[in-house]
């Protein structure tokens, strides 16, 4: 057991339902961060890449948000090496389709803008942000279904709620919308199915 323990180290799993992702050199590449990106997440709870949710919140607010910067930047060294920050994607080759585009302009452009800027202190940008260019949708999906919380967080910066979007859009828009923000900024395939999205709506009851 400690064999494969060690051979997933830092590759990531699943914590109280949540994908925590793969926070290897070359995971934390394909997520947007380097080395000094990484280092002032760690110690801010955001950046370009997004906001810390879930759990990693939590560590943010009771753990990493006390490192002096250069603890952080011993830290985010050990985890990112000397590896740079990588260029928002460009899109992937499959085409999310119209749908998508049309539920992300009526529901969320409001807050993320129209291309994915987002709102200083208000929502994340879409553009750059980590949550897309995860493995899965996992966790993409839980955030459209059932919205987070406001988040304070340090140095006085804070991000409003977001609301849920379970009794307003039905599977087949939450797919649609999903492989649209992970097509368009995240590089991934626009894969989302509307059984995944049924599955994690059925698990959140």
């Not at 180290?9 to 990106?37: C, H, K, N, W």
């Not at 993409?140 to 859009?169: K, S, T, V």
Request: proline share 8%; aromatic share 6%.
């Amino acid at each position: 057991m400690s064999e494969f323990f060690a051979a997933r180290y830092l590759q990531g799993s699943v914590i109280d339902g949540m994908e925590a992702p793969d926070i290897t050199a070359a995971g934390l590449a394909r997520l947007g961060f380097g080395r000094d990106a990484l280092a002032r997440t760690l110690r801010a709870g955001s950046g370009p890449q997004g906001v810390m949710n879930f759990a990693m919140y939590d560590v943010v607010h009771n753990s990493t948000r006390h490192l002096t910067e250069p603890d952080a930047a011993a830290m985010a060294g050990y985890l990112a090496g000397a590896r740079t920050p990588l260029p928002s994607p460009v899109p992937h080759a499959s085409d999310p389709g119209p749908d998508g585009r049309r539920v992300y302009v009526t529901m969320c452009s409001g807050c993320h803008g129209l291309d994915g800027e987002g709102v200083p202190h208000t929502a994340p940008p879409m553009r750059g942000n980590a949550e897309l260019r995860y493995a899965t949708a996992h966790n993409l999906l839980a955030i459209i279904i059932d919205g987070l919380p406001e988040r304070p967080l340090p140095e006085g910066e804070h991000f409003q709620a977001m609301p849920g979007y379970a009794a307003l859009l039905d599977d087949r828009a939450i797919a649609d919308v999903s492989n649209y923000l992970r097509a368009v900024w995240g590089g991934a395939a626009a894969d989302v199915t509307t059984q995944q999205v049924a599955e994690i709506r059925r698990s959140m009851r």
